[in-house]
């Protein structure tokens, strides 16, 4: 058990209202991510960390944003929730520094967006 | 760009049948490959990995071997069991891009 806990695990929303998921890590890991996962199409990057303030954008950052203000917790947030965001969004940690480190998941927070 | 391509699913089989799922590649740089598992209602688990030519990853029964001249990385398995049903992804990662890029998964279930 890698120690990551998402928030909430399930969310229903209504369309343009701002939604905030939470990644919580126990482990002082350096390296989080946030991916949604839609069918046939794998897992997508949204947004990754690699230190406290240090946040770049993956391939589908579009609509969303993140922050890092303490090593062990990452932020997600919807701005304005559209339908297209419906999904279930992952977060992990990579298990060290070196770049082909496994990567640790979270059981997934389910996001509707009505 | 780096990009992972497996086999269409879902995919059926007899408890104690052979198992191989497809997985190729392309990458613009060495890639280390990984195959991870997801359960249901579960985040996805690293099954094995490979980070060089010619390396076997294994685990669990799982084997895939890191084949540069084909660009595969193919997921097997000799004598599935009812709790290997799960979906399975392909991915890889190139040094210097600090992203795993996956593919798009495949669905296996196995029936007693």
């Known amino acids: 058990d890698a120690g990551i806990t998402q928030s909430p695990r399930h969310k229903v929303t209504e369309t343009g209202t701002p939604v905030t998921l939470r990644c919580h890590q126990t482990?002082?890991?350096?390296?989080m991510y946030w991916y949604r996962q839609d069918p046939g199409h794998g897992l997508r990057l949204i947004h990754y960390?690699?230190?406290?303030?240090?946040?770049d954008k993956g391939e589908v950052s579009d609509g969303y944003s993140v922050s890092r203000s303490k090593t062990e917790d990452f932020l997600l947030t919807l701005e304005s929730a559209t339908s297209s965001q419906t999904s279930v969004y992952f977060c992990?940690?990579?298990?060290?520094?070196?770049?082909?480190?496994?990567?640790?998941f979270g059981n997934g927070t389910r996001l509707t967006v009505t | 760009g780096n990009s992972v391509t497996q086999m269409e699913g879902p995919v059926t089989l007899s408890e104690e049948a052979f198992l191989t799922i497809n997985c190729t590649y392309t990458?613009?740089?060495?890639?280390?490959l990984f195959w991870y598992v997801q359960y249901p209602g579960e985040g996805l688990q690293l099954l094995l990995k490979?980070?060089?030519?010619?390396d076997k990853g294994s685990n669990k029964g799982f084997e895939a071997t890191y084949r540069k001249e084909t660009t595969s990385f193919h997921l097997e398995k000799g004598s599935v069991q009812v709790s290997d049903s799960a979906v399975y992804f392909c991915?890889?990662?190139?040094?210097?891009?600090?992203?795993?890029?996956f593919g798009q998964g495949t669905r296996l279930t196995i029936n007693p």
């Open positions: 960390s690699y230190g406290v303030k240090d946040t």
């Open positions: 490979a980070t060089k030519a010619d």
């Open positions: 482990e002082n890991h350096r390296y």
């Open positions: 991915a890889l990662i190139v040094q210097g891009a600090q992203k795993l890029v």
């Open positions: 992990a940690i990579s298990a060290g520094d070196s770049y082909n480190s496994p990567l640790h």
């Open positions: 990458a613009t740089g060495y890639p280390s």
